[in-house]
């Protein structure tokens, strides 16, 4: 267990936050002043840093100076005003294979009350959060998706996202369910702020900050249209400059609500001079059998066989076929309990619990 110490200066801004078992790097108390910073003016915004710089470390701490700050320090006394019994509770929502990451470092790093809205249990851990038992919980995506009307229903004090880049298409389940969410405190974590389309930024912000970017139809105008025109190959020089001013311009608006940083700028030169030395280690029978059988999962031979001809005689592959779903398939059933029809990435969501599960024999 731990507590940590918020310190605001005159303007009541937070400035420093200590954990008495855990020290920050400096980009990461960076990142925990701008989300603590936007949390305190009623606002939310994006922590969009590279994948490896440390988002659940720093979210984890930012919530530890909401809702765990235990002692008086002179300045810090606006907190203390805002003790947790008057808060609403936290709301984590993410994909199903990164929940046990969740709760495995808010169990390392805080003494947080913590659970996993998932599976069958979901109606005893409504019960304990009405009775104030619960501060924080986690849901997955298809969950969240599925049983959204009921979870809109608390006033949530926060709200993240995790891998908010799943928040890019307005017309999609995910994104009219999290609409529904009842806070102005709104958080995405993501290290992919854009993968295709200028829009899909305009989704994003305009949930964490409704209204931040203006209306669809202006970011159209004066943003996506520009950048999109001055962007081809052969655009005339007017349009180059023009895309150059508006990008500016979003850059300008962006930085309210976004903090970016890559690992190059941040922990750069923690990474100098290390080396890599890759080692093999032979896998002893035992290691192989069971190697071999989990291959043989129901699971793992729909990946392997994705891109075969369907077994129906279709011209399509088996994945965009018969078998983007693996009902019999033990890991695939687990991830989707609440959601037997699939989920929107099937089936790929299976790749990373699949790999891990092949990692554990090794």
């Known amino acids: 267990m731990f507590s940590c ?4 200066n005159h303007n009541n801004n937070v400035v420093l936050l200590v954990w008495k078992l855990f020290l920050l790097l400096e980009h990461q108390r960076e990142g925990v002043k701008f989300l603590y910073t936007l949390y305190k003016n009623n606002h939310g915004g994006v922590l969009g840093d590279d994948m490896g710089l440390g988002k659940t470390i720093q979210t984890i701490a930012f919530l530890a100076a909401v809702l765990e700050n235990n002692e008086d320090h002179g300045d810090a006394k606006m907190f203390k005003r805002d003790q947790v019994g008057k808060r609403g509770p936290v709301l984590i929502v993410c994909p199903t294979s ?5 709760e495995s470092e808010f169990s390392k790093w805080g003494s947080f009350s913590v659970a996993v809205y998932h599976g069958p249990n979901r109606d005893l851990i409504l019960e304990k959060l009405e009775a104030h038992g619960i501060k924080i919980i986690i849901t997955s995506f298809d969950t969240f998706r599925i049983h959204g009307t009921v979870l809109s229903d608390v006033r949530w004090e926060i709200v993240i996202v995790d891998e908010a880049h ?10 009219r369910a999290c609409l529904g969410i009842r806070t102005n405190k709104r958080f995405g974590l993501t290290g992919t702020i854009v993968q295709n389309k200028i829009l899909e930024l305009f989704n994003l912000f305009d949930w964490v900050a409704p209204g931040s970017l203006g209306t669809r139809e202006h970011f159209r105008d004066f943003y996506d249209e520009p950048l999109k025109h001055g962007q081809r190959l052969s655009a005339p020089d007017r349009f180059v400059q023009v895309a150059d001013q508006r990008k500016q311009h979003l850059v300008s608006v962006l930085r309210k609500y976004l903090l970016r940083r890559i690992k190059e700028e941040t922990i750069g030169h923690l990474m100098m001079g290390k080396e890599d030395n890759v080692v093999f ?3 002893s029978g035992l290691q192989k059998r069971v190697y071999r059988r989990i291959l043989e999962l129901p699971d793992i031979q729909c990946l392997i066989n994705k891109d075969r001809p369907c077994s129906c005689g279709s011209p399509l592959t088996q994945v965009e076929c018969c078998h983007r779903v693996v009902p019999n ?14 989920c929107d990435s099937c089936p790929f969501c299976l790749v990373l619990p699949c790999l891990i599960k092949l990692q554990q024999v090794c």
Do not use: Q, T
Not at 5 to 8: E, P, T
Not at 166 to 175: A, D, G, P, Q, V
């Open 5 to 8: 110490d918020v310190v605001f």
């Open 98 to 102: 990164v929940i046990h990451n969740w």
């Open 166 to 175: 799943r928040l890019k298409n307005e017309k999609s389940k995910l994104y």
């Open 281 to 283: 280690c032979a896998m």
């Open 329 to 342: 398939g033990i890991i695939w059933r687990y991830l989707h309990k609440d959601n037997p029809e699939g």
